[in-house]
């Protein structure tokens, strides 16, 4: 128990959290946009991913399939091309945003979230594949370097949004480089809570980066609303 004790502690002390809260960007100031607030959230964070001049990595996203019986989650991959290139452009400030690909990539956004909810997602299906009796994690597919990459999830996000609720935060699942991302929109504001084994000055940029994405962003949509 003792040692037990003594590994947690370590654990902890090891990880390093901090938050970054949005004013402004909300659901009330969404909604008359039609853009997926889900959407918006995991952008930013793209975005801001890319302003640390990072590769893009694998992404986990937890969708909730609490409306079948005993439901749990399903994988959502927020990380598509369409977002991706609009990523690059916000995230290395190269160009301006083009508002109907933001409402494209929302769309495909929304496409994918309504995939995972309803049964038709592809992650869970296929790990119980790799865990068959008989050597399924031996079988191509499964030893393929563009699996190992998708399933490598330097990303781990989940979302939690209530009115009832400050926030909430999100593990990292690989170790040394991973993060942990929870996030939530509100009416008045997007929130993200970062937790990484990178310490605190390198957690601190990311909050930065995201901020300073968000705030871009809001500024284009308000242009957008003039129009």
């Known amino acids: 128990l003792a040692q037990a004790q003594s590994a947690a502690v370590s654990l902890i002390q090891q990880l390093s959290t901090t938050q970054m809260i949005y004013p402004g960007l909300g659901k009330q100031f969404l909604n008359p946009l039609n853009l997926s607030h889900d959407f918006v959230?995991?952008?930013?964070?793209?975005?801001?991913?890319?302003?640390?001049?990072?590769?893009?990595v694998g992404t986990y996203e937890s969708a909730s399939t609490a409306g079948f019986r005993a439901g749990r989650t399903e994988t959502m991959r927020p990380l598509t091309q369409e977002m991706a290139a609009l990523a690059r452009q916000l995230g290395r400030q190269r160009e301006p945003l083009s508002w109907e690909e933001l409402?494209?990539?929302?769309?495909?956004?929304?496409?994918?979230?309504?995939?995972?909810?309803?049964?038709q997602g592809f992650d869970r299906h296929l790990w119980a594949m790799s865990k068959l009796p008989g050597g399924g994690e031996n079988e191509?597919?499964?030893?393929?370097?563009?699996?190992?990459?998708?399933?490598?999830?330097?990303?781990?996000?989940?979302?939690?949004?209530?009115?009832?609720?400050?926030?909430?935060?999100?593990?990292?699942?690989?170790?040394?480089?991973?993060?942990g991302v929870g996030y939530s929109i509100d009416d008045d504001r997007l929130g993200f809570s970062l937790a990484g084994w990178q310490g605190e000055d390198d957690l601190r940029q990311f909050a930065e980066a995201l901020e300073s994405c968000a705030q871009e962003l809001h500024a284009m949509l308000l242009e957008v609303k003039k129009t």
């Open 41 to 56: 959230c995991q952008f930013v964070l793209q975005a801001a991913w890319q302003r640390l001049h990072r590769p893009f």
């Open 103 to 119: 409402e494209a990539a929302s769309r495909r956004h929304k496409a994918l979230t309504l995939q995972a909810a309803t049964g």
């Open 140 to 179: 191509p597919l499964f030893t393929d370097d563009a699996w190992l990459k998708l399933n490598r999830s330097i990303l781990s996000t989940s979302t939690l949004s209530s009115p009832y609720l400050a926030g909430g935060g999100f593990g990292p699942v690989v170790p040394d480089i991973g993060y």
